[in-house]
């Protein structure tokens, strides 16, 4: 790749094949921690995965050093991760650190970095995930429970990710895995069912406090490519040099594919996702807590009626997933009647 250049939207992959074989998409994140870590320009990474402790389903961050380490921990979580508190814990490490972390995450991070000049100057590097909304530890053992798989022998959760479907494996503690459709579990959080509560109000999707922002690249040229692509997104000095220097020495297949277009093709997704207005109402409507924060925010946005039908769906079914009985109605009904809820919720966003 000739020129890469700030704020725009590139398109690749990782040229490791075994990096590929276990990521969620193309392998960019675990292909630029990776590459970091054989020139040595850190010493380690923060990274998360989906365990199971105590027989609950939950995710760790940690700090690894190796490269066989960054595989085991490559793919997708779609759970909280507890990013910031691992980050704090640099204080008493010695060496450069990269971190992975979600959009909100980062904002905190940032924060943590300003204030405190000893972590600071330890961060080399914050490759942020593309999101749109994530899902409390609970979503994960109510949802094994109706599939009637046993949390206690659970020892990871990967995430392996397509246009319409993908893979949930589950690695046992002795060592066999179960797989399930990515697909059928997704409806529920399409739905709404065990959103994070910080989430509801979100409205930052592409990471852009980060100097990488990833995520996935579901146009028509993609979807159906022999090898999986990512958007990346390099924000800053460090995130231009370091795809830059991985392009010239072949270690990521990267071409351009402009922001513009991708904004042309999610242009739906984005107003959807970026109009609070909409929110708030559908949230007055189903008795979900509002502020003024909120209010004043939103002042001069368009109300779209789809989208408010969508949203107060969705908040619906967030209120009803918070309490025990309400869980317990959500699981036991037919997950026909859940992928109805939530490719509804979809195609009302889409208008």
Known sequence: MKKITVNELYVGYS?????????????????????M???????GAIVSKIISKDNKVSAISELVSSTEELIEFAGSSYIDTP??????????????VAVVALPCQIRAIRKLLNNNKKINKKVVIIIGLFCRGN???RFYDDYFVKGKI????????????????????????????????????????????????????????????????????????????????????P??????????????????????FGLANYIKYFRKIENFGSNLKNRYIAAKLT?????????????????NVFHIISWSLFFLNYR???????????????????KANAVFIKILSRF
């Open 150 to 233: 046993d949390t206690g022998s659970i020892s990871k959760i990967k995430i392996k990710r397509g246009y319409l479907d993908g893979k949930v494996i589950i690695k046992k503690t002795n060592e066999n895995h179960e797989e399930l459709s990515f697909k059928k579990m997704n409806f529920y959080r399409i739905a709404g069912i065990h959103a994070k509560t910080l989430c509801l109000w979100c409205h930052e999707h592409l990471a852009n406090e980060a100097d990488i922002s990833v995520g996935d690249i579901f146009t028509p040229e993609y979807r159906k490519h022999e090898i999986k692509h990512s958007s990346i997104i």
């Open 320 to 338: 009803i997933s918070k309490t025990k009985y309400g869980r317990c109605f959500l699981y036991k009904m037919p997950s026909f009647f859940i």
């Open 135 to 137: 899902v409390t530890n």
């Open 287 to 303: 008795g979900l807590k509002n502020n003024r924060r909120i209010k004043q925010k939103c002042k001069s946005q368009s109300i």
């Open 235 to 256: 924000r800053s000095k460090i995130g231009v040099e370091i795809l830059k220097s991985m392009s010239d020495k072949n270690a990521t297949v990267i071409k351009y």
């Open 83 to 96: 990013v910031l508190s691992t980050v704090k814990r640099l204080d008493a490490y010695d060496g450069k």
């Open 37 to 43: 870590l054989t020139e040595k320009i850190i010493d």
């Open 15 to 35: 040229s490791n094949e075994n990096i590929r074989k276990n990521s969620s998409s193309g392998g960019v994140v675990t292909g630029v921690l990776t590459y």
